[in-house]
């Protein structure tokens, strides 16, 4: 594990390179690849993405940056309620100050639930190209079932060993979740939306979701499809939930896998 500094705060990352990179051609097709960066969810780390980066990179054949945000993992821990505008800060400055430190140009960004958030507001501010998005159950708005979801995340986390299972993954657990949760949950929140930024996205994006997501509705990416400018591709994945790289991996993987072989040109 490695650390970084970028919107004055400490954050972990790693680096994942495909197994088949040694020879000196096979360096120089790699640095004409795009490079995968994985945005977790809300209550994701480096550590919480376990082996799925690692898998997504040999399918692909692309490299990759798995960081860890600022208030979860190892990077530096929340200090301070998050606000409403969180997500935008992540995406309009310190995904930038990331890129920059990794010399990154142009990558497919790859986000789970907060992340694919992140990652739209991103692509959508027409300040940095990206070459890809691959968003799997992303928010653009607030609904009910969101809402009464994380509510009682909060209750579990209160009466169950959810804080224990946390803190193998984060430093302070229990921060983590309070940042995430009281937001989510404040009545200011229930106004957040980001679809003013969708208009103004170009690039391909893979949409991935679950039918049994129960943080979330078809109509978020159903409104990420009718607005976009780019290419979309749509999966809905069945006997699946929130998190379609842990309940369905192997077709999340195949998805991935096929959509990058497009965004390269490889098709």
Same mark, same amino acid.
């Given at each position: 594990?490695?650390?970084?500094?970028?919107?004055?705060?400490?954050?972990?990352?790693?680096?994942?390179?495909?197994?088949?990179?040694?020879?000196?051609?096979?360096?120089?097709?790699?640095?004409?690849?795009?490079?995968?960066?994985?945005?977790?969810?809300?209550?994701?780390?480096?550590?919480?993405?376990?082996?799925?980066?690692?898998?997504?990179?040999?399918?692909?054949?692309?490299?990759?940056?798995?960081?860890?945000?600022?208030?979860?993992?190892?990077?530096?821990?929340?200090?301070?309620?998050?606000?409403?505008?969180?997500?935008?800060?992540?995406?309009?400055?310190?995904?930038?100050?990331?890129?920059?430190?990794?010399?990154?140009?142009?990558?497919?960004?790859?986000?789970?639930?907060?992340?694919?958030?992140? *990652?739209? @507001?991103? /692509?959508? $501010?027409?300040?940095?190209?990206? &070459?890809?998005?691959?968003? #799997?159950? %992303?928010?653009?708005?607030?609904?009910?079932?969101?809402?009464?979801?994380?509510?009682?995340?909060?209750?579990?986390?209160?009466?169950?060993?959810?804080?224990?299972?946390?803190?193998?993954?984060?430093?302070?657990?229990?921060?983590?979740?309070?940042?995430?949760?009281?937001?989510?949950?404040?009545?200011?929140?229930?106004?957040?939306?980001?679809?003013?930024?969708?208009?103004?996205?170009?690039?391909?994006?893979?949409?991935?979701?679950?039918?049994?997501?129960?943080?979330?509705?078809? *109509?978020? @990416?159903? /409104?990420? $499809?009718?607005?976009?400018?780019? &290419?979309?591709?749509?999966? #809905?994945? %069945?006997?699946?939930?929130?998190?379609?790289?842990?309940?369905?991996?192997?077709?999340?993987?195949?998805?991935?896998?096929?959509?990058?072989?497009?965004?390269?040109?490889?098709?």
């Amino acid at each position: 594990m490695h650390y970084l500094h970028a919107g004055g705060h400490r954050l972990e990352y790693k680096r994942i390179r495909p197994h088949s990179q040694g020879s000196r051609s096979d360096d120089a097709s790699a640095a004409a690849r795009p490079v995968l960066v994985f945005l977790h969810e809300g209550l994701g780390s480096t550590a919480l993405w376990k082996s799925f980066p690692a898998a997504v990179v040999e399918a692909t054949g692309c490299s990759a940056l798995v960081y860890s945000r600022y208030g979860y993992g190892k990077s530096d821990p929340l200090t301070t309620a998050r606000t409403v505008d969180y997500m935008h800060r992540e995406a309009l400055e310190v995904l930038p100050a990331v890129l920059a430190a990794q010399s990154i140009e142009n990558p497919v960004l790859v986000g789970h639930s907060d992340g694919a958030s992140i *990652a739209l @507001i991103h /692509a959508g $501010a027409g300040r940095w190209p990206v &070459r890809g998005l691959v968003l #799997m159950a %992303p928010h653009v708005f607030v609904e009910d079932i969101t809402v009464s979801s994380i509510a009682q995340a909060k209750v579990t986390f209160e009466t169950t060993d959810l804080a224990s299972k946390l803190g193998r993954y984060h430093d302070d657990a229990a921060s983590t979740f309070r940042g995430w949760n009281d937001i989510w949950l404040h009545p200011d929140f229930r106004a957040w939306n980001i679809e003013e930024y969708l208009p103004r996205i170009s690039a391909p994006v893979l949409l991935i979701q679950g039918e049994d997501d129960q943080y979330g509705t078809p *109509a978020q @990416i159903e /409104a990420i $499809a009718r607005q976009v400018r780019g &290419r979309v591709e749509t999966v #809905m994945l %069945p006997r699946c939930g929130h998190s379609p790289h842990v309940d369905q991996r192997e077709l999340t993987v195949g998805a991935i896998g096929r959509f990058v072989k497009g965004v390269k040109g490889e098709e």
